[in-house]
């Protein structure tokens, strides 16, 4: 049985749906990401978790128990804002007592655990100052450490680093995940931003138009997209439409008009379709000067497409690269720059041939 | 709040001189001369206090002063009650059937005709055969100026952040306690400029006064109203400077209030 477990969800706001018969099971412990482009409903499936919204149908089952009709201050679960909602008039150390006072907690205990959590935020020597006098930094840990307080069974985070800078914002990620992995707690925390999905959950969920459309870890994410969607919202991608042509013990060939035809392994479901998509992310084409030799890509079989560099992004760890094809059509390419120097790189309007192999590729329905 | 400091040039320092002379300089004579030892008003016969005296001394305008003060007092309060709790109803309430006729009607005393106002006031107690006095003076004061309540407190509401009060739940407070613990602490300042806006405005009315009032119970501004009518005497010079040394002070609170109220992260509300 998992920790949390959502049942056929469904919410609606006048005509729209903004959550629609979602089913979810969340793990004890587990660290799982809702991502999706705004208006996906992410944030309601969040605010119906808290207590916020309540569920037009479905149940959310905690420990067992039907919580969807529990009011907010009556649910063992804690939200930290996006905005924080820190109370100015109170200070730090009010702040984090404020839940812990709610739950009658004796004066002597909740001085102890007050001092626990500012240790465990590290805002030591802070605790008398207002929220006003605090930087964006300290605000989001006064806001963690109040929202952990009272130790709920699971955190609830809707978009809890949007506000930091991006050094902060990665060194926060990497305490987030310590500190999750201390206590064991179950966090569930709400983003649009892949990377940061990526880099704090162990799973994911992609919700698009009030639906989950995939759940999973994140590399299966990236590496195996359920569908062209998914494909082209999480990272990079360059998709090419085509037929199926032949088709010969897990070897697919796919005739496209940009790209002529194109060797792919196929996926475990086997596509049904006849017409689909190839899709290879820009870190797995590779440029060279001319055609590689055959045994490049070891036993696999090569795709080669020959164009000129259109336009070159020197983006300092990897540099990007955009390639024109005799069909028009752009294919990107990015190379990690391994070396100071640039002997490797290559300039705009030189000829190249971009090519990557049949196992990096992915059939995707259109 | 970025404040741009722009340095003041002779243009400016003249218009600011002029539009300052013309607001205050009524009101800087009528000062001066309140300490006149004359009694004639226009000429000028050394300083004295000896008009302060006389009004001290003056039964009937002390009785009128104490009334007026009595009433701003008790309409203000009511006042503000009243104005706070539509303002939470307008600014937290479910979008209500007849919300939009509601706050229409709640506004129109800030543009109805005082005059207007008061003779309906007048009719209602005339029609409910209430004795006129102290109660109908501040009944009447409460109506006009409960609005100006409720637009103070509710533009203060409207910057607040509702994820504060969800904050609040989420910790464990009932919507009630959410309220009292979190929403009434940031909302006070604006409440206490309220109260001050609806007594100062109870204290300067004439018009609705002088409808509600009855025989035996007028007003400091009618009673001075009433003798100005005979001529002016220096002693109602005294008493207005009075009246405007007691409204400096409540209109410097009242702005401290609303400061106090930005200091908290929140934007002012608007006096």
Same mark, same amino acid.
Do not use: K
């Given at each position: 049985m998992p920790l949390l477990r959502i049942e056929g969800v469904a919410k609606s706001f006048g005509n729209f749906r903004a959550v629609d018969k979602l089913s979810l099971d969340i793990r004890a412990g587990e660290f799982f990401a809702l991502l999706g482009p705004s208006g996906c409903g992410k944030t309601t499936l969040l605010r119906m978790l808290a207590g916020f919204e309540t569920p037009d149908e479905g149940r959310i089952l905690l420990g067992g128990n039907d919580i969807a009709q529990v009011l907010p201050h009556e649910r063992p679960v804690n939200m930290m804002f996006q905005n924080y909602a820190l109370f100015p008039h109170l200070s730090v150390r009010d702040n984090i007592a404020f839940g812990l006072k709610r739950a009658g907690m004796a004066r002597r205990d909740i001085a102890s655990r007050v001092a626990e959590m500012v240790a465990l935020v590290k805002l030591e020597g802070l605790e008398k100052r207002k929220p006003d006098q605090l930087s964006g930094g300290q605000r989001q840990r006064v806001a963690l450490a109040r929202s952990l307080a009272r130790r709920p069974q699971v955190l609830l985070l809707d978009e809890p680093l949007a506000a930091l800078d991006k050094k902060l914002r990665e060194s926060t990620q990497g305490e987030l995940m310590e500190l999750q992995r201390r206590l064991g707690m179950t966090f569930i925390i709400v983003t649009h931003d892949q990377e940061e999905a990526m880099t704090m959950a162990g799973r994911i969920g992609v919700m698009d138009a009030g639906r989950l459309v995939q759940v999973a870890t994140p590399r299966n994410l990236y590496e195996a997209p359920a569908s062209r969607w998914i494909a082209e919202f999480v990272g990079d991608i360059n998709l090419f439409n085509g037929q199926v042509a032949a088709r010969e013990n897990g070897r697919l060939t796919v005739s496209t008009a940009e790209a002529g035809r194109l060797a792919v392994s196929e996926l475990w479901p086997p596509v049904t379709k006849e017409v689909v998509s190839v899709a290879i992310r820009p870190e797995k084409v590779k440029l060279s000067r001319r055609a590689p030799a055959s045994d490049a890509g070891g036993s696999q079989t090569i795709n080669r497409l020959e164009g000129v560099v259109a336009d070159v992004n020197y983006l300092g760890g990897v540099t990007s690269y955009r390639v024109r094809l005799e069909s028009g059509a752009?294919?990107?390419s990015s190379m990690a720059n391994t070396a100071r120097l640039d002997v490797d790189?290559?300039?705009?309007?030189?000829r190249v041939v971009a090519w990557f192999t049949a196992d990096d590729c992915l059939v995707l329905e259109q | 709040m970025a404040h741009t400091v722009t340095r003041l040039t002779r243009f400016n320092m003249t218009s600011l001189a002029l539009g300052l002379a013309f607001l205050y300089l009524p009101i800087v004579i009528l000062v001066i001369y309140s300490f006149n030892a004359s009694r004639l008003v226009t000429v000028w016969g050394g300083w004295s206090l000896r008009w302060y005296h006389e009004f001290f001394n003056d039964r009937a305008m002390l009785d009128a002063a104490w009334m007026s003060l009595s009433v701003a007092a008790v309409s203000a309060t009511l006042a503000t009650l009243l104005g706070t709790l539509a303002a939470i109803g307008l600014a937290r309430g479910e979008r209500f059937r007849g919300r939009a006729l509601f706050s229409g009607m709640l506004y129109s005393p800030l543009v109805m005709p005082e005059v207007i106002s008061g003779?309906?006031?007048?009719?209602?107690?005339?029609?409910?055969?209430?004795?006129?006095?102290?109660?109908?003076?501040?009944?009447?004061?409460? %109506? +006009?100026?409960?609005?100006?309540?409720?637009? $103070?407190v509710q533009s203060r *509401? @409207?910057?607040?952040?509702?994820?504060?009060?969800?904050?609040?739940?989420?910790?464990?407070?009932?919507?009630?306690?959410?309220?009292?613990?979190? %929403? +009434?602490?940031?909302?006070?300042?604006?409440? $206490?400029?309220?109260?001050? *806006? @609806?007594?100062?405005?109870?204290?300067d009315d004439v018009v609705i006064a002088s409808f509600t009032t009855g025989p035996g119970s007028a007003t400091l501004p009618i009673r001075i109203y009433s003798e100005v009518r005979l001529g002016v005497k220096p002693e109602i010079n005294a008493i207005c400077t009075l009246v405007i040394a007691l409204i400096a002070v409540i209109i410097v609170i009242a702005s401290f209030a609303s400061k106090l109220s930005s200091a908290r992260g929140e934007s002012a509300a608007p006096l």
């Open positions: 752009v294919v990107r790189a290559y300039l705009a309007g030189q | 003779l309906s006031l007048l009719l209602l107690f005339v029609a409910l055969n209430a004795e006129r006095g102290f109660w109908t003076v501040t009944i009447a004061h409460t %109506t +006009l100026t409960m609005c100006f309540v409720t637009v $103070v *509401l @409207a910057t607040l952040d509702r994820s504060l009060e969800e904050a609040a739940m989420d910790l464990g407070c009932d919507p009630v306690r959410a309220f009292l613990l979190v %929403t +009434l602490p940031l909302i006070v300042p604006a409440i $206490v400029a309220g109260w001050m *806006l @609806a007594f100062t405005l109870s204290l």
